[in-house]
């Protein structure tokens, strides 16, 4: 099935450092959405955008909705521990009609050394 | 308010078996999803539920697998019978249907804690 390209796959980084990974896609959506998954758990909605060009921040993250609808970045500023895990995009058409399904990428692997 | 609850949280079973996980949604979710999680893969749809209606079944992998959902609060997804390549982490997902161009007013998909299934 369709999937979008995820980048980095993983990143270890230093705690108090930033992190910036992204998404790109080769079909529009209207919605791209971030999820954060620690071990054992299922996907976390982190942050919905929903509008080409829209920023917007959930405490020490930032995310952005690309103006060509085609792709977004999620940035972590100042890094701790709790960080860690692993970060999917998604991808959403949401039509008049209702949902369609999600299309996620591949995830981001952060670890954060202390 | 309780989330999508999952269940078994783990399952191990020998080749051959029938499997059974089960999904509650969250109260008042008119969709519901089924994924599978694997490292090779990544998140992958099987299948989609509106109003207890399945509507896009494509991502089911073969006839081995089914799923149902009975009521608003139920949804079972079946393995019969199952083999090693179907260990994954299965998840459950539900969502509001939507109202589009109204800002702030678009429901997302909130997942379940998954199903982790060893098929030995």
């Known amino acids: 099935g369709q999937q979008l390209n995820q980048s980095p796959q993983s990143m270890f980084i230093q705690e108090g450092e930033d992190v910036s990974m992204n998404c790109t896609s080769s079909?529009?959506?209207?919605?791209w959405l971030w999820y954060k998954q620690d071990p054992g758990e299922g996907p976390v909605l982190l942050i919905a955008?929903?509008?080409?060009?829209e920023l917007t921040s959930n405490g020490r993250l930032t995310a952005q909705f690309g103006i060509t609808r085609k792709d977004s970045f999620l940035n972590i500023s100042a890094s701790i521990p709790s960080d860690v895990g692993i970060y999917f995009c998604?991808?959403?058409?949401?039509?008049?009609?209702?949902?369609?399904?999600?299309?996620f990428g591949k995830g981001t692997r952060l670890s954060v050394i202390a | 308010d309780a989330g999508v609850i999952q269940s078994p949280r783990h399952e191990v079973t020998e080749m051959g078996q029938e499997v059974t996980l089960r999904c509650k949604p969250i109260s008042g979710h008119d969709y519901l999803f089924w994924y599978r999680q694997t490292m090779m893969r990544g998140l992958e749809l099987l299948i989609y539920f509106n109003n207890n209606v399945p509507i896009d079944d494509s991502g089911m992998p073969e006839d081995r697998f089914s799923a149902k959902m009975p009521n608003a609060s139920f949804s079972t997804l079946k393995i019969q019978p199952s083999e090693p390549r179907d260990s994954a982490v299965y998840f459950c997902a539900s969502s509001r249907k939507t109202r589009l161009g109204l800002a702030g007013d678009q429901e997302t998909q909130y997942f379940g804690p998954g199903t982790r299934l060893l098929v030995l």
């Open positions: 955008l929903y509008k080409a060009g």
């Open positions: 079909s529009i959506f209207n919605t």
């Open positions: 998604a991808g959403q058409l949401i039509r008049g009609s209702g949902n369609t399904p999600l299309v």
